[in-house]
Nanobody
Framework: VQIVESGGVLVRAGGSLSLSCTAS????????IGWFRQVPVKDRDVGSC????????TYEDSVNGRFTISEDNADKTVYLQLNSLEPEDTAVYHC????????????????WGQGTQVTVSS
């Protein structure tokens, strides 16, 4: 199983960028895919999650309306579009897969990517 994120860059506040997460080695439809972000000395928080089989999409409050999650099932790729970026969005963004997940806070994420760094300058 491999989860690979890409797309993290340095961007100015107010800017936009798109992250990609490609999953291989899993039966894609059996998983929920979540985007998490982590900053030093804080726990990871889940920014967004998608479960295409059940038609579920969720967003954490601080990103709702600014971030958009989408997917290409054929390519097993999940995208996260980040708009109106703020310095507080600076973090390592991780993608993870939860088998039989429902984008619930109780989901257990089985597989994680290494992360991609997003830095937002003021």
């Amino acid at each position: 199983v491999q989860i690979v994120e890409s797309g993290g860059v340095l961007v100015r506040a107010g800017g936009s960028l798109s992250l990609s997460c490609t999953a291989s080695g899993i039966t894609y439809d059996d998983y929920s895919i979540g985007w998490f972000r982590q900053v030093p000395v804080k726990d990871r928080d889940v920014g967004s999650c998608i479960n295409s089989g059940d038609g579920i999409i969720t967003y954490e409050d601080s990103v709702n309306g600014r971030f958009t999650i989408s997917e290409d099932n054929a390519d097993k790729t999940v995208y996260l579009q980040l708009n109106s970026l703020e310095p507080e969005d600076t973090a390592v963004y991780h993608c993870a897969a939860a088998i039989y997940g429902s984008c619930s806070p109780r989901d257990i994420y089985d597989y994680w990517g290494q992360g991609t760094q997003v830095t937002v300058s003021s």
